[in-house]
């Protein structure tokens, strides 16, 4: 069936699915990912499919999941919190230095990143956590240790987990910093991550424990990683304390990396200027309650930023293309949502296999940013068209700012 803006996909015995992806390939395995999940009894009303759809675990990376009574763990999955922050400049490009490797380096120096060394094979601290955090990251701490206290009371096995030490650090994979220009040259500084290694050990617990209640119960589910919580449980209770707190952790571990990075920009550009003159910190993995439809519900964004009318959002595109800041227009089917980024169109895997060293410099050509074999599985072919990704969700959004990336900083 076919809307004038998106189209619709039965499923037997389940939910029915509308998919804003008209113009953008969608795998058979994303599909039948979608189908399973629109089975779920909890579902309410409808998934909504962002055009950056494509598989994940359990759930497709790109939906927008709204149940009544339950919430399923792996759907949020475990980079809890994840999304963007963008703050715009007073400086425009011709206050850049003609030379951006030593701006790249001072960005590299102040904001931690990349793996733990010892699983490169070298000995030595976790490159990606603070050895000595400054002063940004204690001021954070302050507002976030009583909250991590109380979830670590129900859960004693979280405290031992990088939570200080990785707040205001960057992590690996797809997360990145970048210095920005938008279409009138204003300078931008943008960053993706998350709730890192704490995180990511709230997921996985929770993730255990759901798959654990389901064979307690006997539940047969279409796919393992659907395993949920329902609603009047300790575990449900427990998991929404859990992960609301690493939702605040993961939007402050945003706002210290911004503060770093300005103040690492400051030591390579002497002219004064200002920050957040338009700024915008948004997550893209993430649930919480919101009332559609007239009823409260839980909306779980796996790979999904909310676009309420006249709300600002970040649409990234792959390394080397263009990216959007964009205003919501509140569109009620998709849950007020819209994509989070390009999506992917194949695997890290594939990517190494199929692309070169050379391929990867080509395809970024103009940005000061590592060019190496080991990100070339974050080369822009591996992404779909951000083009057709946003003209697939014309309705949805409109673009405010167009930006495109000078330095890019990957983990």
């Known amino acids: 069936m076919k809307h004038e803006e998106y189209d619709v996909m039965n499923v037997e015995g389940g939910s029915h699915i509308k998919m804003w992806t008209r113009g953008v390939p969608v795998e058979a395995e994303a599909r039948k990912q979608l189908s399973n999940t629109a089975k779920m009894p909890f579902i309410y009303k409808h998934l909504a499919v962002m055009p950056d759809v494509h598989v994940g675990k359990g759930s497709t990376i790109g939906s927008v999941i709204p149940t009544l009574g339950a919430v399923i763990p792996a759907a949020v999955g475990v980079d809890i919190g994840c999304g963007m922050m963008a703050a715009k400049t007073t400086l425009n490009a011709r206050d850049l230095p003609d030379n951006l490797g030593p701006l790249r380096s001072a960005i590299e120096k102040a904001i931690p990143h990349g793996m733990s060394p010892k699983t490169r094979g070298f000995k030595g601290r976790d490159k990606g956590s603070w050895e000595t955090p400054p002063a940004p990251v204690d001021a954070a701490w302050a507002q976030l240790k009583d909250g991590f206290d109380a979830v670590c009371l129900k859960t004693p096995r979280l405290k031992n987990t990088n939570n200080y030490r990785h707040l205001g650090t960057l992590g690996s994979g797809n997360h990145f910093v970048e210095v920005c220009l938008d279409e009138s040259n204003a300078v931008w500084f943008m960053l993706h991550s998350g709730s890192r290694g704490v995180g990511n050990a709230i997921g996985s617990h929770f993730i255990e424990l759901a798959k654990q209640d389901m064979r307690t119960h006997f539940i047969n589910l ?190």
């Open 222 to 411: 279409p796919d393992q990683d659907l395993a949920y919580l329902p609603e009047g449980t300790q575990h449900y209770d427990d998991y929404i304390e859990a992960v609301s707190w690493a939702q605040k952790f993961a939007r402050m571990n945003r706002e210290v990396m911004m503060q770093n990075l300005i103040a690492a920009v400051r030591t390579v550009i002497s002219k004064p200027f200002e920050t957040h003159v338009e700024a915008v910190n948004c997550h893209h993995n993430y649930v919480q309650k919101e009332n559609h439809f007239s009823k409260d519900v839980l909306v779980t964004r796996k790979g999904a930023v909310s676009a309420r009318a006249g709300e600002l959002g970040i649409i990234p595109g792959s390394m080397g293309a263009k990216s959007f800041i964009v205003r919501g227009k509140g569109d009620a089917d998709s849950f007020h949502s819209c994509s989070h980024g390009a999506g992917r169109t194949m695997s890290r895997t594939e990517a190494k296999r199929r692309f070169t060293l050379d391929d990867q410099i080509k395809a970024t050509q103009g940005v000061e940013c590592r060019k190496d074999a080991d990100v070339i599985d974050e080369i822009p072919m591996a992404y779909k068209d951000i083009d057709a990704v946003m003209e697939a969700q014309r309705a949805l959004v409109e673009v405010v700012h167009t930006l495109k990336q000078v330095v890019c900083v990957k983990g």
